[in-house]
């Protein structure tokens, strides 16, 4: 079962524009994680926000999280062309606090021109 | 990072073949599990081990087995692939242990034709 639904699916900015990347999700949840996939290459974690965080910030990061609309954002500021990739919204199951069991979106994919 | 170490890291095989992921990691982490990867579905949990001998199934489990005799051995086999079972295949190891943040190898494609 999908838990996060991504959107938009794909999105192209200039690079300095602002990047924001939407995820929803259906039930209950500890925490919401946000990834990232280089072309090829295995997903790496970003940043973790907790069911009783509302925003969270890592460099150019920016994550909120409404967990009323049970949905998330995360926001890349001034975005280069090196933060092109695809970012995925990770859940953990009910029932499995903390222990890497994670349903994660279908992506979204982001590509920064210089 | 070289924390885990998938192989191999490309295969092609024919339906009704065995085949046998492996993923070695060298951090002594409890945690470990195999996700598939395809288009639209993003990633999905096929298994996991919390420890040497325990594993349990995750959402895609058919199919699929698993086994971990040692701690930095994730072995995920497939007993008689099929063609559904054609996927980018990624392993992970919790490295935080408290919060779930997990940590994947590079991946391993397999295609089954």
């Known amino acids: 079962s999908q838990q996060g639904e991504e959107d938009p699916q794909a999105l192209s900015i200039q690079e300095g524009e602002n990047a924001t990347m939407n995820c929803s999700y259906k039930t209950s949840i500890n925490n919401l994680q946000w990834y990232r996939q280089n072309s090829g290459r295995g997903l790496v974690h970003l940043i973790l926000i907790r069911s009783n965080e509302r925003e969270k910030h890592s460099g150019r990061l920016r994550v909120t999280l409404d967990t009323s609309k049970k949905s998330s954002s995360l926001l890349i500021t001034a975005s280069r062309a090196a933060d092109t990739a695809s970012y995925f919204c990770a859940t953990d199951a009910v029932g499995s606090s903390n222990t890497g069991k994670l349903i994660f979106g279908q992506g979204t994919t982001l590509q920064v021109k210089p | 990072d070289a924390g885990i170490t998938q192989s191999p890291r490309h295969k092609v095989t024919e339906t009704g073949t065995p085949v046998t992921l492996r993923c070695h990691q060298t951090?002594?982490?409890?945690?470990m599990y195999w996700y598939r990867q395809d288009p639209g579905h993003g990633l999905r949990l096929i298994h996991y081990s919390y420890g040497v001998k325990d594993t349990d199934k995750g959402e895609v489990s058919d199919g699929y087995s698993v086994s971990r005799s040692k701690t930095e051995d994730f072995l995920l086999t497939l007993e008689s692939a099929t063609s559904s079972q054609t996927s980018v295949y990624f392993c992970?190891?919790?490295?935080?242990?408290?919060?779930?943040?997990?940590?994947f190898g590079e991946g391993s494609r397999l295609t089954v034709l």
């Open positions: 992970a190891i919790n490295r935080q242990g408290n919060t779930g943040e997990l940590f």
């Open positions: 951090e002594n982490h409890r945690y």
